[in-house]
């Protein structure tokens, strides 16, 4: 009897990996009439946009919020991400987030909700310091400029953006394009309390704002914070069932439980995968959702991979791997005194000093809660709700600990009950007594199910020299074996829900301009 296959020998598409950003870019793909297949190692699609269970917890594994998903603030209109889905029939049951975030320096004796919507914003400042609400009105114009500069230039396509207007209309933008974020925040002299509260969320981006890109500082906390924020209902796992839905609906098919371990190369060129099973699948091109520096190092034949691309990745440093603990609680966030959404909390927020505290593998005083349940009441259940805390380390720094198979979950045990300690603390809410279900997930987690280079889930870190932004610019000098293209939080666009979207949207617009459109 002969084997039955699964797959077609050959494909116009096969996307690797069914993160948002490989879901994304299959679909576009698919709607625009190409034969595309979809690869995922684990029985199911979504990657980090994903749910497990435990008790009766359906706990969301990472999306805290998403931009560019809602209405927008103000008249502002859809946002980008939003309009690029539902060109792809998709529809997703977004929820608005109510503030932007919460800051509590147990130090400094902060405690501050920062508001969505810039004249909000701006108040809300000018009360907890006064007389920074001008600076950072100013502060944010600037913003508004790079994110105008931004607009034109991606409106300019290949003709590139006109030097006179780029100098007349946007010179601040070129001004601060080559710096680091805390240099453009020093230079505007915030108080101690304001600067504070900007820097919270520096982790989306950079390792610590020394290093982060002010450009791409700009666009996000500025789309941020004049947009609004939402989340899926259901959990994150909701957007990827409903990307895949319009995936299949555009007659895209799903290989789930199929590991990809090598790439084909020939000539120079990608024209295929092979499966862990040894099947060889051949295709005009290939997106990968995963990490390219493993990707160079593990997946490709050396021989084939360019010199230049294995200097660049290798030089690229990995951005930051999580500690998390998700604790599903017997009563609701108002019951124990959680009152805000996303909390960030920490001795203070200097970048730095956390940076350098997160190189060595042990509770450090930074740590990010969000409680889905503030955001949408009875979405864990009717008399319980959830709390999850995350922590990020140097992607070596699990490597260089002490930790053994015999002390590991003592170890992981201890650090939650730090957190859970330094949270009850930082806030008055009382939950220890509350916690029914515990799960901790480590570097070594994302390691094992999602085969994250390093346990690192955020890519690389957007530098001066580095961001979205430069690699945007550069991306088809990065094209570095032709066929092969990256999407996911490693892409050009740098991580995020939102990024990834964008990220799995604009390649696959590159995959089929280079395939020759849609049929």
């Given at each position: 009897m002969s084997e039955v296959k699964r797959f077609l020998p050959s494909y116009d598409a096969i996307v690797v990996g069914a993160g948002l950003g490989g879901l994304t870019a299959a679909t576009r793909l698919a709607k625009a009439g190409k034969s595309v297949l979809l690869l995922e190692q684990h029985n199911m699609t979504g990657g980090y946009a994903t749910s497990f269970v435990r008790g009766r917890y359906e706990f969301e594994v990472s999306l805290h919020e998403a931009c560019e998903c809602g209405d927008g603030l103000n008249g502002t209109g859809y946002g980008t991400v939003r309009k690029m889905l539902e060109d792809l029939d998709v529809e997703v049951d977004w929820r608005p987030v109510p503030d932007a975030y919460r800051v509590i320096c147990s130090d400094l004796g902060i405690d501050f909700t920062m508001p969505f919507g810039i004249e909000n914003c701006i108040k809300a400042i000018?009360?907890?310091?006064?007389?920074?609400?001008?600076?950072?009105?100013?502060?944010?114009?600037?913003?508004?400029?790079?994110?105008?500069?931004?607009e034109y230039i991606g409106s300019c396509g290949k003709a590139g953006p006109e030097p006179k207007v780029m100098a007349t209309k946007y010179s601040s933008f070129l001004r601060s394009a080559a710096y680091e974020t805390d240099e453009v925040n020093k230079s505007f002299k915030f108080g101690p309390k304001t600067e504070q509260v900007l820097n919270a969320y520096y982790g989306y981006i950079s390792r610590h704002l020394s290093e982060a890109s002010f450009t791409v500082w700009a666009q996000m906390i500025y789309i941020y914070l004049r947009d609004g924020a939402h989340i899926a209902n259901k959990t994150s796992h909701a957007i990827a069932n409903d990307i895949e839905k319009a995936f299949r609906k555009h007659g895209g098919q799903v290989g789930t439980c199929t590991k990809v371990v090598k790439y084909l190369i020939e000539d120079g060129r990608c024209v295929g995968v092979r499966t862990a099973d040894g099947e060889e699948i051949r295709a005009k091109y290939v997106i990968s959702n995963g990490n390219p520096t493993y990707t160079?190092?593990?997946?490709?034949?050396?021989?084939?991979?360019?010199?230049?691309?294995?200097?660049?990745?290798?030089?690229?440093?990995?951005?930051?791997?999580?500690?998390?603990?998700?604790?599903?609680?017997?009563?609701?966030?108002?019951?124990?005194?959680?009152?805000?959404y996303e909390y960030f909390i920490g001795a203070d927020m200097d970048t730095e000093r956390i940076y350098q505290e997160s190189n060595e593998w042990a509770p450090h005083a930074k740590v990010s809660a969000t409680c889905i349940d503030v955001a949408i009441p009875g979405m864990t259940g009717p008399d319980r709700c959830q709390l999850n805390f995350t922590t990020l380390y140097d992607p070596e720094a699990l490597n260089k600990s002490d930790l053994t198979k015999y002390n590991y979950l003592p170890e992981n045990e201890r650090f939650a009950n730090v957190l859970i300690d330094y949270f009850e603390e930082a806030t008055g809410a009382r939950i220890r007594d509350h916690i029914e279900e515990i799960a901790i997930a480590t570097p070594a987690t994302f390691t094992r199910y999602a085969n994250a280079f390093k346990g690192n889930i955020y890519g690389y870190p957007c530098t001066a020299v580095d961001g979205a932004v430069t690699r945007m610019l550069r991306a088809e000098e990065e094209r570095y074996i032709p066929g092969l293209d990256f999407v996911g939080s490693a892409g050009i666009r740098a991580h995020g829900y939102s990024s990834v979207i964008t990220n799995g949207y604009d390649i696959a617009g590159v995959a089929l301009e280079k395939m020759g459109g849609a049929e």
């Open positions: 000018e009360e907890l310091e006064p007389g920074n609400g001008k600076k950072v009105r100013n502060y944010f114009k600037l913003f508004e400029e790079i994110n105008e500069a931004l160079y190092m593990e997946m490709i034949d050396r021989k084939d991979v360019p010199e230049d691309a294995l200097k660049l990745t290798a030089a690229r440093e990995q951005l930051g791997s999580p500690f998390l603990v998700y604790l599903g609680l017997d009563a609701l966030p108002q019951d124990m005194g959680i009152e805000s």
